[in-house]
């Protein structure tokens, strides 16, 4: 079996929702990390404190996001330039079972 078009738009979705995916446990870990260290700095740094609240709170919806977009346009990029050499070159051969 010969792949020899990929649906550009198709491949943005997944790669779009996996990167979310991956955006999400980087979010958490960011935001674990903020509020730790947030936690940590309590009075002694005064406004820093604050700072670090709001950066750990933010991370969890930012992250996701931006990595979304990011996977979208990479995936659409990336089939909008397969399928442009699969013309030329051929496409990739997959044998299953």
Partial sequence: ???KRIG?????KILGAAYAAIGLLFGLLASLFSLLGAGLMGQASG???LFSLLTGGLSFIVFPVFYGVIGFVTGLISA???NLFSKSVGG???EIG
């Fill in 1 to 3: 079996m010969i792949i």
């Fill in 92 to 94: 990739v051969e997959l």
């Fill in 47 to 49: 406004g820093m404190g």
């Fill in 8 to 12: 550009a738009i198709s491949l943005a």
């Fill in 80 to 82: 909008l330039i397969y």
